[in-house]
């Protein structure tokens, strides 16, 4: 028998002081009462209540025991409670991951914004640049930019990731402007720890990589590369939405224009769950509302 269902019913024997009137709370006929009382009985080794043909009583461990199922029972509604409520209405922690460069520069203001609108919310925002493990780590949802591998995860498309390739004045007018991506050859290019063999300095329309030399300085960073080329550095390749306020501002100058890579698929992934909870929910509209569909224009 269900364990629970017979301390639901063996309360309501005590409470109401006989098995008839238990059997009428439950729907059910006085024998299956007896049946739930018994099964705790077998259960526990020991009788809860003494039985006689005018009346009924608990014994000493019935006492300790009846009290100690009101608040096992107790607490079961509650989580209940709380569970419906976080289905009903969003609030509770929400676990988020980013990559650094979005996270920081777009989404760590827009969930500010979030955070106003939906005031019983919390947020743990990560930002990484390596491909966390949502479920293992104890993710809620993570941003993700590139092809996606991990078919289990729901995936929900938000806008392309767009990249730029700039420098700043004083280095161009030092080192020079190059015009093709073979010029990269004889310049200071700053690379970023992250990328791979097969990511590395690959521009549109050379059919390959570009013949980038090993640069002196390397970070796992964007914006300390963004530093860098601020400086006057070398030549710096990182996402618009951490160097387009840059250019905007005459601060860097763009690039190979023409070779910049092409832009990457960003998506937010989540596990999959039939019952999503309301957090999870509105914090998935709020961010295609936000950043849904087309590239990303840097604000």
């Known amino acids: 028998m269900d364990k629970l269902r017979s301390m639901e019913i063996f309360v309501a ?14 729907n059910i006929s006085p024998v299956m009462v007896g049946k739930h009382v ?20 608990l014994t000493e461990i019935g006492r300790q025991y009846v009290e100690r199922c009101r608040q096992i029972l107790a607490d079961i509604a509650v989580a209940e409670s709380g569970a419906e409520a976080m289905r009903v209405s969003p609030r509770g922690l929400l676990s988020i991951s980013a990559p650094v460069s979005f996270g920081s520069q777009l989404m760590a203001p827009a969930i500010a914004d979030y955070l106003a609108r939906y005031p019983e919310v919390s947020v743990d925002l990560n930002l990484n640049d390596r491909v966390v493990d949502v479920v293992d780590e ?14 289990t995860l729901v995936a929900r498309p938000l806008k392309s990731y767009r990249m730029l390739i700039c420098a700043s004045s004083d ?8 015009r093709t991506p073979e010029d990269l050859a004889r310049h200071q290019c700053l690379d970023f720890m992250h990328w791979n063999k097969q990511v590395r300095w690959k521009l549109a329309g ?21 530093m860098a080329a601020l400086r006057g550095y070398g ?44 957090k999870l929910s509105t914090f998935i509209d709020f961010m295609l509302e936000r950043f849904g569909s087309n590239p990303i224009d840097a604000e």
């Open 13 to 26: 024997v005590v409470d109401s002081g006989s098995f008839t009137a238990a059997s009428e709370a439950f």
């Open 38 to 57: 018994r099964d705790l009985e077998e259960r526990l080794g020991a009788r809860l209540l003494t039985r006689t043909t005018r009346r009924q009583s």
């Open 138 to 151: 104890g993710i809620d949802i993570a941003v993700r930019i590139g092809i996606l591998n991990d078919s």
């Open 171 to 178: 280095y161009l007018a030092r080192a020079g402007t190059p």
């Open 206 to 226: 050379t059919g390959g990589h570009a013949d980038v030399p090993a640069s002196r300085f390397r970070s796992n960073n964007g914006q300390a590369l963004r």
């Open 235 to 278: 030549i710096v390749m990182q996402a618009e939405i951490l160097l387009g306020e840059d250019v905007r501002a005459g601060r860097l100058i763009p690039l190979l224009e023409e070779f910049v890579p092409e832009p990457r698929p960003m998506h937010l992934v989540y596990p999959r769950d039939r019952q999503p909870t309301r």
